[in-house]
């Protein structure tokens, strides 16, 4: 929720960002914390571009059961965050605002599973892989940060 002031400057309420950082914050923390999701991912062969074709293929279990229990973790985490009101290490209300349904998730998602089908790969993996030196999957990160920029420019004449 952001309120204009007298100087009609935006100025956030509650944290609506909790990644959003300060200037001169030491960024250390936030590598030491992505190397080691990415040495979980590889160690876990979530990475592996083998294991996401047996998913699409319906060939295996493996990757349904580790999205399955990520999509339930994440659930009880909200759900406590919002019945303890917990707040972000730096004391601030965490704001879960509604989500409504639009008509242009289902196409967003069938465009986000036909790339993930067709590279092996979805935004999370893609450092872990390039980092385990599938250089490949440069590729594939370029096209996703082209993606997003191209969904940022035209995302006001997309279907909703």
């Known amino acids: 929720m952001k309120v204009a002031d007298k100087n009609k400057k935006i100025t956030p309420l509650e944290c609506e960002a909790p990644n959003m950082q300060e200037k001169g914050e030491n960024l250390l923390k936030y590598l030491i914390i992505g190397v080691l999701f990415g040495i979980v991912f590889v160690k876990a062969e979530i990475i592996s571009w083998f294991r996401i074709q047996e998913m699409f293929r319906l060939q295996s279990f493996f990757m349904y059961g580790v999205i399955g229990s990520a999509v339930v973790v994440g659930m009880i985490s909200i759900q406590l965050i919002k019945m303890f009101n917990i707040k972000t290490l730096t004391g601030e209300k965490i704001n879960i605002p509604k989500k409504e349904f639009r008509k242009g998730q289902i196409i967003g998602g069938f465009i986000f599973g036909l790339g993930w ?28 940060v082209a993606g997003t920029w ?11």
Not at 150 to 160: A, M, Q, V
């Open 117 to 144: 089908a067709l590279t092996g790969a979805c935004p999370g993996p893609l450092f872990a892989q390039i980092g385990s030196g599938f250089t490949v999957i440069i590729v594939t990160f370029l096209s996703a």
């Open 150 to 160: 191209l969904y940022g420019k035209f995302s006001d004449k997309l279907p909703n």
